[in-house]
């Protein structure tokens, strides 16, 4: 018989796990809520056709494909599968597939529902998203993404509001020092134009996008490989190289594009989110203006923004932006929308790091029972029965066995009273009350426990 | 462009459904957690290597099965592509698949965690499972479950604390009229070995499973077209005829055992699951011996039960019971337990038929800002900060808008309250709320309207 594993890049989660986990889900459904967000939840398996051509090549590729049902190769020509034609053998035995982001779906559900929703339509939808991608340290082929998206207007007012949210969850989760990278997808078009690249948008921001990992050298390199010209790479550098306050920022923005619309919308549409955000400082982090921020999605037209902590290595830990044509795919014009997301593991993974979640307990139950013997067993388990009525988290131990044992098992599930009813007692239905932590014990009735338990529990 | 939809019995659920399915979530897991059950969470995707042959052939036929990534043709030779054997091809294509259910997920992270596991393990997990089926009016193609199961111990009280949670769960959710039906497998295999009849221990359960469909003469009939002879029928039918109180069933049901200790076995197992319940009444429902009771899933051995409504046509809304060997399948021996499992949807459904489901707001947010012109509408977006900041949930209008527009858009969301800043008010720092409800209004300043909403919010 062989041993059963996980499959490749999936995960368990322990009660520990979970509830570390909940706590993050918890703190960032709260915000949403309060910023007006409502939740939705749409089903892991999609159509291929809904999903594919959405994210380019790589993503196509990264989509787990589901088999049909039933005699799955009865569209398959001879041809075909002579052939072994991987991507046409492929189309014709599987239709559905994983989703991959909550983003389409999203694009999916507001174009199939237009005519009922409320517009701007603010919806929230944390769940899994999957990715046939190669694991390693940090990536997984199943995990959270915790979504907020405003669709329907072209309002700034709501790309103020994401970078305000981005603060109001990483505070709320007491997250040290981390910066809000802000930036306008329409600057770096706007460089292109005034620089005479536009043509090259892509792989300019491609090249940008790298600028972390392999430093100004190494983008200068690249864009130099790329047939970018020494006066190009110039205007980037001193665009990249913009010092000061992020009021000065702005101001020596404008003086970049002196002939390009684009440029100067961008400058107008970043200047109009930090007007909206005012001086009142951030709860927790800074905004601090990144124009080589890029972001590597092609769908962002405008406000693009990305969380990073000052003090740990960790990428990115929330991301997003402005689109103007989210359902255009699906044959929907004008249907503009910004938003953001959380990354669920990153999150979980630089608290536990940092040691800031919360003291977690994973039981809720107040009090453990003592199984003492056969003859009491069932006057005991009346006990808990009152326990739970009374709204007590309570459990008995399932059988007669040693105190020792018992005790172990409370501590070890971080229960901290144990209810003990030996046969002379319980004859005058009197109980023990014992502490866990302070080894203390108190003779007392049902009642009296109970009003214990809900003072102390 | 081809207009987007939704893969075949698969179902979007709006703000205002999600906020009912959380509403029975939450009830569920308050109960899960007060009787000691710890949350756990394993992946969507499994290996096919856990999840076929755990289900009969039925359900290894309805499994989802996940297209390998790369070049999946590669291991199926021409022979097999030729002979377009779908079986063949498909264990040479498809590795992985969706889970069927939450119990063989279990017993995978049990077998794989039980050197750092306490047990008895009692753990809940509530996440979506999938199965192949064809869709039909209630069925889908992915759904919830609700699980909880303690792993470990072969102790009856823990059958008994499953018949509670069953009741504490049912009556939370302010159900009239169920029925716990509660029987013991053992009775029935005893029933097999008194009759003769235990090498057709499965076409007996097949065909009693089918009480409610097909009726008792129903039954009979397929008994008989199985070659059950009229004696083994007669025994059956003096069992489910069995009249009387639990405890008067009781006793009448010992004499039907003269030689089967299986069954004697039974009768004691079903007498202690009622003596730990003992006479208090259960909060909602009742208890009812039902020994034509069988539940269709083979791997139980001993107690179980079912939910139905006494008044509402719907079938079993929660279900479970023992079983001995749970990760015997994966090699491991003496693992017992017992556990029981809510239909999500079909509570929805009924909550929802029997108008249960509490007054639910899809939104929090309790103020919406108006946006009355541009010149001011910077500082109504800073009142929207304070309001947040001040633990508030509240919103802003996105544009300069007509005032019936913004109402209406308030009034579709459920917001209570609008707060409104006009040019002249703004300036001595007083703004007007105004009540949706009453369409009183009073003019404040902002702390003070932050007091009201605080006290009416």
């Known amino acids: 018989m062989a041993k059963p594993t996980l499959s490749r890049g999936m995960r368990d989660f322990t009660p520990l ?55 799955f190769l009865e569209s398959i020509t001879d041809e075909q599968l002579q052939s072994r034609n991987t ?8 239709s559905k597939g994983l989703r991959y982001d909550l983003t389409v779906p999203l ?17 929230f939808h944390i769940d899994k998203v999957w990715r046939a991608d190669r694991p390693q340290r940090g990536r997984y082929r199943e995990f959270y993404q915790c979504d907020a998206d405003i669709i329907g207007s072209e309002s700034l007012l709501y790309d103020a509001e994401c970078v305000l949210l981005l603060d109001e969850v990483l505070s709320a989760l007491r997250l040290p020092a981390y910066t809000i990278k802000l930036n306008n997808r329409k600057i770096l078009s706007g460089l292109a134009e005034e620089g005479g690249f536009s043509d090259k ?39 990249f190289r913009l010092q000061g306050s992020n009021v000065e920022k702005i101001e ?23 007007d909206y955000i005012g001086l009142e400082p951030l709860k927790g982090g800074q905004i601090s203006l990144d124009f080589s921020l890029a972001r590597g999605l092609d769908y962002y037209t405008g406000t693009i923004y990305e969380v990073t902590l000052d003090t740990v290595q960790m990428g990115s830990i929330a991301s997003g932006g402005r689109y103007n044509d989210l359902t255009a795919s699906f044959g ?87 209810l003990i009813a030996s046969a002379e007692e319980a004859a005058s239905e009197k109980y023990q009350l014992k502490s866990l932590g302070s ?12 009003n214990s338990l809900k003072t102390n529990g």
Chains 1, 2 share one sequence.
Request: proline content about 3%; overall charge neutral.
């Open 17 to 71: 796990q979970t509830a570390g986990r909940n706590y993050i889900f918890d703190v960032i459904k709260a915000a949403f809520r309060k910023y007006g967000f409502e939740q939705i939840e749409t089903p892991a398996i999609e159509e291929l056709s809904v999903l594919t051509e959405k994210y380019g090549e790589e993503g196509d590729r990264l989509l787990f494909r589901i088999l049909d049902s039933g005699n």
């Open 87 to 94: 991507r046409a053998v492929s189309a014709g035995i599987a």
């Open 107 to 123: 694009a999916r559900y507001v174009v199939m529902n237009r005519n009922e929703l409320t517009f701007p339509f603010k919806r």
């Open 201 to 239: 948008l892509i792989a300019f921001t491609v090249a940008i996008d790298k600028l972390d990992k392999i430093g100004e050298e190494g983008v200068v390199r690249e864009l130099g490989n790329n047939g970018f010209s020494e006066t190009q790479i110039h205007k980037m550098q001193s665009l």
């Open 252 to 274: 020596k923005l404008r003086s970049l594009f002196p002939t390009s619309e684009t440029g100067q919308k961008g400058v107008e549409e970043l200047s109009s989110v930090l």
């Open 332 to 418: 929907v014009k004008d249907m503009p929308g910004v938003g953001l997301s959380f990354g669920a593991e990153r999150l979980y993974d630089v608290l536990a790091e940092l040691n800031l979640l919360p003291e977690i307990k994973t039981t809720q139950v107040s009090v453990l029972i003592a199984n003492m013997d056969k003859s009491t067993e069932n006057q005991s388990f009346g006990l808990l029965r009152k326990l739970h009525a009374a709204g007590i988290a309570a459990e008995m131990y399932p059988t007669p066995s040693k105190m020792d044992k018992q005790f172990k098992y409370a501590e070890k599930k971080g229960i901290p009273y144990m």
């Open 439 to 450: 080894k203390s014990q108190e003779l007392m009735s049902i009642s009296e426990i109970i």
